[in-house]
């Protein structure tokens, strides 16, 4: 009896020093926490949030000042200058103001100087014509866009809040797991928790294929019972990976756009599914049409272990909110980012700002109450290209 007792409090005291020390270490959050339903009642589309996280994200977010409005008569920045070829249509005063403001939004501490060299501010450095085909991209998804940044829109400041390298980044392999062949196969870098899947153990690196090619991301069947192979079980993986960084740039739980009885449904999810449906795209556009061709151009420190261009995912713009900058329409002050006054390029070096044709994208209406007609279901392909169909894990 007394050993069963013996035994009985060994046992107690193991535990409760094992919930004591998990308290400290583990990664939880303390109630409570804040509920919001989104879908109709009983059907368990609520979104949890932690109030406190929540704070520190938008305490996070710093504005800066709007400079003051130039006057938008007198001579072209293009008849001014000697060579400015994405901001001709500009006055002189309102081509100054948008210089002003994005060395305030990408680097306010190296000043002009870091797209500029002092001496001669008509040369292109790389900075320079990096920068300019910032400019394209910015008005492209200020203009093109407009399905997933409505009339709030996008800044150089949405993703560079006051630093010449954004915040988020991703490049091929950031996994550090190179892939492999043969016996030792390849684990997509999984169970080894990565920031960039919530410390999930799913595979570390969902962008090479689905934010830089346009690879299928859906991956359940839409038939009762199989009609042919459907994608594998290391496809199903890489597109939950995605999932958990769009929560997490997001700050949001899945059921802010699925319904968790019917991820694949349309007509059950939140509208919110489908701005973040053009949002897959639109960042497809932006790596593969703008910022991937500007790989001979950047800093060679500034290239990936693969020898790629820094890329933007969800979090470059979102950086934890379900709106950038909690939503501030900073797009507002700066119309010259939106317009059509930006002229079109003809060719000019090797970045020849080329205007992209888009890719069609269906489109469709989003409201908040009505949730509209879906994208185009386009069937999973059969195989997955470019990997071998051994490698399914
Ligand atoms: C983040 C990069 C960046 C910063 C910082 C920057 N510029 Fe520029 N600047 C550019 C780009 C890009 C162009 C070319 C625009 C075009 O082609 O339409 C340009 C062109 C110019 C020109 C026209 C030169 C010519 O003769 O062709 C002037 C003048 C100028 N900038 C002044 C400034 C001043 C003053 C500052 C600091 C307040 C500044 N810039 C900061 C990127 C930058
Ligand atoms: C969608 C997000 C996004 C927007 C909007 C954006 N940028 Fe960038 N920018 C990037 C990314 C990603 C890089 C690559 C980061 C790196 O250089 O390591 C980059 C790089 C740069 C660089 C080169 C930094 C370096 O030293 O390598 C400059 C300069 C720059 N951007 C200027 C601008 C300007 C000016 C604007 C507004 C007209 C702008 N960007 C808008 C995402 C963005
Ligand atoms: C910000 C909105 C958003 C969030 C949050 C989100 N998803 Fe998705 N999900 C989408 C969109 C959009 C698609 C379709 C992507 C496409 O077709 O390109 C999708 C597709 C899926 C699919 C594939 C459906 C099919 O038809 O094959 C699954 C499964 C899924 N999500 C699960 C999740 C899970 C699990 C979470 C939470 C970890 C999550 N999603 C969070 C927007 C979201
Ligand atoms: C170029 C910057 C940028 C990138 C990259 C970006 N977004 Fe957004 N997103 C925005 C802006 C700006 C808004 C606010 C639009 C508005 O106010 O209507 C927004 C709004 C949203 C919303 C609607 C939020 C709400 O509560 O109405 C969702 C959902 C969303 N984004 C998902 C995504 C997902 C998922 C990704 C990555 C696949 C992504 N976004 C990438 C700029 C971006």
């Given at each position: 009896?007394?050993?069963?007792?013996?035994?009985?409090?060994?046992?107690?005291?193991?535990?409760?020093?094992?919930?004591?020390?998990?308290?400290?270490?583990?990664?939880?959050?303390?109630?409570?926490?804040?509920?919001?339903?989104?879908?109709?009642?009983?059907?368990?589309?609520?979104?949890?949030?932690?109030?406190?996280?929540?704070?520190?994200?938008?305490?996070?977010?710093?504005?800066?000042?709007?400079?003051?409005?130039?006057?938008?008569?007198?001579?072209?920045?293009?008849?001014?200058?000697?060579?400015?070829?994405?901001?001709?249509?500009?006055?002189?005063?309102?081509?100054?103001?948008?210089?002003?403001?994005?060395?305030?939004?990408?680097?306010?501490?190296?000043?002009?100087?870091?797209?500029?060299?002092?001496?001669?501010?008509?040369?292109?450095?790389?900075?320079?014509?990096?920068?300019?085909?910032?400019?394209?991209?910015?008005?492209?998804?200020?203009?093109?866009?407009?399905?997933?940044?409505?009339?709030?829109?996008?800044?150089?400041?949405?993703?560079?809040?006051?630093?010449?390298v954004p915040g988020e980044i991703w490049f091929r392999g950031s996994s550090g797991q190179p892939p492999m062949g043969?016996?030792v196969g390849y684990d997509g870098g999984q169970n080894k928790p990565g920031e960039n899947v919530n410390l999930s153990s799913l595979p570390l690196d969902p962008f090479s294929e689905q934010l830089d090619s346009p690879e299928e991301v859906r991956v359940?069947?839409?038939?009762?019972?199989?009609?042919?192979?459907?994608p594998s079980i290391m496809k199903t993986e890489y597109t939950y990976a995605l999932m958990m960084h769009m929560s997490q740039s997001l700050?949001?739980?899945?059921?802010?756009?699925?319904?968790?009885?019917?991820?694949?449904?349309?007509?059950?999810?939140?509208?919110?599914?489908?701005?973040a449906?053009?949002a897959i795209r639109?960042i497809r556009?932006l790596n593969q049409?703008?910022i991937n061709?500007?790989t001979?151009?950047f800093?060679?420190?500034k290239l990936g272990p693969l020898g790629d261009a820094p890329k933007t995912n969800c979090g470059t713009c979102h950086?934890?909110?379900?709106?950038?900058?909690?939503?501030?329409?900073?797009?507002?002050?700066?119309?010259?980012?939106?317009?059509?006054?930006?002229?079109?390029?003809?060719?000019?070096?090797?970045?020849?700002?080329?205007?992209?044709?888009?890719?069609?994208?269906?489109?469709?209406?989003?409201?908040?109450?009505?949730?509209?007609?879906?994208?185009?279901?386009?069937?999973?392909?059969?195989?997955e290209p470019g990997r071998p169909?051994?490698q399914t894990r």
């Amino acid at each position: 009896m007394r050993l069963l007792f013996k035994v009985g409090l060994t046992v107690t005291v193991i535990f409760l020093l094992f919930s004591t020390v998990g308290l400290f270490i583990a990664d939880w959050e303390r109630p409570p926490m804040e509920q919001e339903q989104l879908g109709f009642r009983g059907t368990g589309i609520v979104q949890i949030t932690n109030p406190r996280l929540k704070a520190e994200t938008a305490g996070n977010v710093v504005l800066p000042e709007v400079v003051d409005a130039a006057d938008a008569a007198g001579p072209r920045a293009r008849q001014v200058y000697q060579n400015v070829q994405v901001l001709g249509d500009l006055s002189e005063g309102q081509f100054l103001r948008l210089m002003t403001a994005i060395t305030e939004w990408v680097s306010p501490e190296q000043g002009c100087n870091y797209c500029h060299n002092p001496e001669n501010l008509a040369e292109d450095v790389p900075t320079k014509i990096i920068s300019r085909r910032m400019f394209q991209m910015t008005k492209a998804v200020n203009q093109n866009w407009t399905n997933h940044v409505g009339q709030t829109g996008v800044t150089c400041y949405t993703c560079h809040r006051g630093q010449p390298v954004p915040g988020e980044i991703w490049f091929r392999g950031s996994s550090g797991q190179p892939p492999m062949g043969g016996l030792v196969g390849y684990d997509g870098g999984q169970n080894k928790p990565g920031e960039n899947v919530n410390l999930s153990s799913l595979p570390l690196d969902p962008f090479s294929e689905q934010l830089d090619s346009p690879e299928e991301v859906r991956v359940v069947g839409t038939t009762p019972l199989p009609v042919r192979q459907g994608p594998s079980i290391m496809k199903t993986e890489y597109t939950y990976a995605l999932m958990m960084h769009m929560s997490q740039s997001l700050g949001v739980n899945c059921v802010y756009c699925h319904n968790s009885r019917a991820f694949a449904a349309w007509d059950q999810s939140s509208p919110t599914r489908q701005v973040a449906w053009h949002a897959i795209r639109m960042i497809r556009e932006l790596n593969q049409s703008y910022i991937n061709p500007l790989t001979p151009i950047f800093a060679k420190d500034k290239l990936g272990p693969l020898g790629d261009a820094p890329k933007t995912n969800c979090g470059t713009c979102h950086r934890g909110q379900a709106k950038p900058l909690g939503g501030a329409p900073m797009l507002r002050d700066y119309p010259e980012l939106n317009a059509t006054i930006l002229t079109p390029v003809a060719g000019a070096g090797p970045t020849a700002p080329v205007e992209e044709p888009r890719r069609p994208v269906p489109d469709t209406p989003v409201g908040r109450l009505a949730p509209a007609a879906p994208p185009a279901d386009t069937p999973p392909p059969a195989q997955e290209p470019g990997r071998p169909p051994s490698q399914t894990r």
